[in-house]
Structures are given as structure tokens and as C-alpha cells.
């Protein structure tokens, strides 16, 4: 097998930063070496990276992204190649996606189709969640052959979304009581879709049908207010692991942080969007332009503290991941398809390519250490989701490596850095202090020298163990 070292560069992981490098030997990490001591253990690499100046840190690891997703009568703009190549391009060399059950249909019957769809199609390394949206004894069966056969151990539902993927508190506690007892981790998309319901429809009916009503019809108090209901019923379940997804609002991470201090097995995410978009400068535009912006949970208002609150809970960890909830539409045909009622602007962003660069854009901004960037973007999303082998630069792990260059800069937009399907930036114009450099995924170089060297087809399913924080 090839070997290649990644010489002169500092390597970063979750719990601190030292010079060293990084000897991959075929597809996995061979050693970490003092720096310049290859030579005197008699290593002769295939290849050398120079990373002098550089930081060498593992691949990211986003775990919520939805390629090619059915949802508001349309379908996410990129598919397993595409969504896949964008992650590369970004740095992220794991994604982890769903398979999705509605009423009706088979639990393992979405699980293949959902194979079919991505196998020989990525270009990094996949996993599968599995969205439970009829809970039934088949079901719940189910769901414990696939943590114990098909290495998918993580579980979502959804408290929103009435007629599409909603359930009711009695099917949410009889799935946790499932997972209670196999170990598996439940992910919640936590807000209040019936009590939504009523807004929007109220809404629209006194003709506020304008995007940002899309965030007013879904406020804080709905977000927050699910979210206890949820760790409540994870608590009856016998403290089932709860993962409460997407985070957008101060008051919802206040029930996280409350859970956790009474050591429940509660954690959550946040994504990219929460913390630097805003109803005012982005949902609020004129027109249609808002549409771009319309994801669940919505963007919250700049004069009131998420932002803040978020970044904080970050630092101090009672957000433990930060993810992108990737799922984008173009404007033209499908988030048009809600002009004159934003109730139906298919709900989704992109953002799979910029995560790495936004979030370290909070280490310049002084949100947070390299170390937690390393730690939410890497460490924390493979030990969550049980990636054994992925986020951390340790001999026998993956080696899915990213060099970042700290001294260049990035320019986000579609005609700048964006390798995204959609026909819009989320991130127009926004400028990172900081560039994606050299990209590994399983020892082969995928980007490198503003090239892409990947393929279609090199990106391998992973089966995952269980969550490693659980009590």
C-alpha cells in the first residue's frame, strides 16, 4: 500500500494542538511522529504533503445532511454525488444521511432503497440514520435488527410536520422505550407542528404570506416547549439517549442544559445558519428573496440573544455538534413553488461545503478554541454516532485528513467557492479567514491545490456502533 506524510504542519485534535507529523499508510493513519523523525525510522513515504504553517486536523464528520429528499412536492437539489463532491470540497470527508419510513411503508424496505440510491454514488464515506414516521410492532422490530444487523443505531422523529412525518407523544415514548432497550440514540426534530399548524393557517388567512412569516409561524416558545416535551418523555423511556437537532433558540437550549446538569443523556446540535443568519437581514428581504432562507427551525431575530446563547452553548458544551441540516433547493422551481404562501417554500438550506470554514471563522472571532472547533465539527459528531474510526488522528483510525491553511482566506458565493446544486449561496459574499487546503478521505487525496482529485464511487458505507457518551 501507498504511504504519504504529512510533514511540517500542527496537528489539532479535541483535547490540544502540538508540530507533528502524520504518516498514513493505505487507508488508515500509520503513526503521529515527532517532527522531521520519519527519516530516522527509516520511512521513505510515497509521497510527501508540506503542511509547514498549516493545521492538520481529522476530517469533518457532518451527521445531518438529506440528499436527494422528497419533501414539499419537490426533491433537494443534490444527490449522493453531488452533496458528496461539495462535502470534499469542504473538508468533510463523513456524512451521515436518512432513510425515511412514512405511514405505510417498511422500515426496511426504505433502508435498501436507500442503499440503492447512494451505493457508487459518493465521493467520501457515508452512514444512515433511520427516520421512524409510523411506529407499529413491525416497526419497532425493526428498529432493533437494524441497530443489531445493519450498524444504523440512531433513530429519528419528528414532533412537527402533521400529515407528513409527525407522531404523537405515545409513538415517540413507544420508539424510546425501543431504543432504551437496544441502545440506540434518538434524534428529535423538537417544535410544536400542531400548534404551528394553527399559526400558519392564521397567517396566511390575514394575508401575511411573506417568507419571514415562516419563522413568526414557528416562534421560540414552540421550539423550546417540544423540546422539554421530548426530554421529559427520553426520561420515561428509562433515559433513553436524546439528540435534539438543528438547535436554533436560547430558550430551547436552556432545557438542554437543564436536562444535562440533572445527568440525563440529553445532547444537541447546532448548525451554521443559527448562528449567523437572522429573520432581519436575510428572511426579511424583500420580495421573495427570504425563500432562500426558509429552513425548520427558522432563523431567529438578531436584536434578541440566540446568536449569543448559541455560541456560548458551544464553549460550553451543552451543544455538543455542530451540523448543517443540509438540504437545499434552487429558487427557481422549487423554493418558487411557495410565491404567495410560505407555508409551501420547501423547507431546506444548503451548506455541507462551508461548515469547517464558518465554524472556524468563530475561532478568529473568539467564539471558541481550535481544539472545540476540532471537537464539534470531528471528535464529538463520530463518538456521538458511534464512527469509531473517524474524527480523530490515531494510528489505526481512517485516514480521512484535512489541512487548513490559516494564513489564506475563503470567499463564499456562487460564483466565488460553491460546488453546491443549488442555484444560490445561503452564505453569499461572506469571507472566512481561512482555506480548505488539502482534503484526504481513506488515504487518497480528493482535493488539493484548488483541484478535485476525487471520484464518484471511492466513498464506502460505514456500519456504526452505539453512541459513546451515554450514562
Not at 487507508?27 to 523523525?37: F, T
Not at 397567517?203 to 417540544?226: I, V
Not at 423547507?347 to 464558518?358: A, I
Request: hydrophobic residues 40%.
Amino acid at each position: 500500500m501507498a504511504t504519504t506524510l504529512i510533514s511540517g504542519g500542527t496537528v489539532v485534535s479535541a483535547i490540544g494542538r502540538r508540530e507533528a507529523d502524520v504518516l498514513i499508510d493505505g487507508e488508515s493513519i500509520a503513526a503521529i511522529l515527532a517532527p522531521g523523525h520519519a527519516a530516522a525510522y527509516g520511512i521513505e513515504p510515497d509521497t510527501t504533503i508540506d503542511a509547514t504553517g498549516k493545521y492538520v486536523v481529522p476530517g469533518g464528520v457532518d451527521a445531518h445532511v438529506h440528499m436527494s429528499l422528497p419533501f414539499g412536492g419537490t426533491v433537494s437539489a443534490d444527490d449522493f454525488d453531488t452533496g458528496s463532491r461539495a462535502a470534499a470540497w469542504g473538508g468533510v470527508t463523513t456524512i451521515v444521511d436518512f432513510a425515511s419510513q412514512t405511514v405505510g411503508l417498511d422500515v426496511r424496505e426504505t433502508l435498501a432503497a436507500r442503499h440503492e440510491e447512494a451505493a457508487g454514488e459518493c465521493h467520501v464515506d457515508y452512514a444512515f440514520h433511520q427516520i421512524i414516521g409510523d411506529v407499529n410492532e413491525t416497526s419497532l422490530e425493526a428498529m432493533t435488527h437494524l441497530v443489531e444487523n445493519e450498524g444504523v443505531t440512531s433513530f429519528k422523529m419528528f414532533m412537527a410536520y402533521p400529515g407528513v412525518f409527525y407522531s404523537d407523544d405515545g409513538q415517540i415514548l413507544r420508539a424510546m422505550q425501543n431504543a432504551s432497550e437496544s441502545g440506540a440514540l434518538m434524534m428529535m426534530h423538537a417544535e410544536n407542528g400542531i400548534a404551528i399548524d394553527v399559526l400558519v393557517a392564521q397567517s396566511l388567512a390575514a394575508g401575511d404570506t411573506d417568507p419571514k412569516f415562516h419563522s413568526y409561524t414557528r416562534p421560540e416558545e414552540l421550539e423550546s416547549e417540544a423540546t422539554h416535551r421530548a426530554i421529559k418523555l427520553s426520561r420515561v423511556a428509562g433515559n433513553v439517549p436524546l439528540y435534539i437537532v438543528h438547535m436554533s433558540a436560547s430558550e430551547a437550549l436552556e432545557e438542554v442544559s437543564r436536562a444535562q446538569h440533572m445527568g440525563l443523556n440529553v445532547f444537541a446540535e447546532t448548525c451554521p445558519q443559527y448562528l449567523y443568519l437572522s429573520i432581519e437581514d436575510h428572511l426579511a428581504q424583500p420580495g421573495f428573496e427570504g425563500a432562500k432562507w426558509v429552513c425548520s427551525t427558522p432563523l431567529r431575530s438578531k436584536h434578541e440573544h440566540h446568536h449569543r446563547d448559541l455560541w456560548k452553548g458551544l464553549r460550553m458544551n451543552e451543544l455538543a455538534v455542530v451540523s448543517t441540516d443540509h438540504c437545499p433547493f434552487c429558487m427557481k422551481d422549487q423554493k418558487e413553488l411557495g410565491l404567495g404562501d410560505f407555508s409551501k417554500i420547501p423547507n431546506g438550506m444548503g451548506g455541507v461545503e462551508h461548515r469547517m470554514e464558518l465554524i472556524y471563522q468563530g475561532v478568529v472571532m473568539g467564539e471558541m478554541t481550535l481544539e472545540r472547533w476540532v471537537e464539534t465539527c470531528c471528535t464529538t459528531p463520530a463518538r456521538m454516532f458511534g464512527l469509531d474510526k473517524k474524527g480523530v488522528l490515531e494510528p489505526g483510525a481512517d485516514a480521512d485528513v484535512l489541512v487548513w491553511d490559516p494564513n489564506s482566506k475563503t470567499r463564499i458565493g456562487i460564483d466565488d467557492k460553491h460546488h453546491m446544486a443549488m442555484d444560490h449561496s445561503s452564505y453569499e459574499g461572506f469571507e472566512v479567514d481561512g482555506k480548505v487546503d488539502t482534503v484526504i478521505s481513506r488515504g487518497r487525496v480528493v482535493v488539493q491545490n484548488d483541484t478535485y482529485l476525487g471520484a464518484k464511487g471511492h466513498g464506502k458505507f460505514v456500519k456504526r456502533g452505539l453512541n459513546r457518551y451515554i450514562h
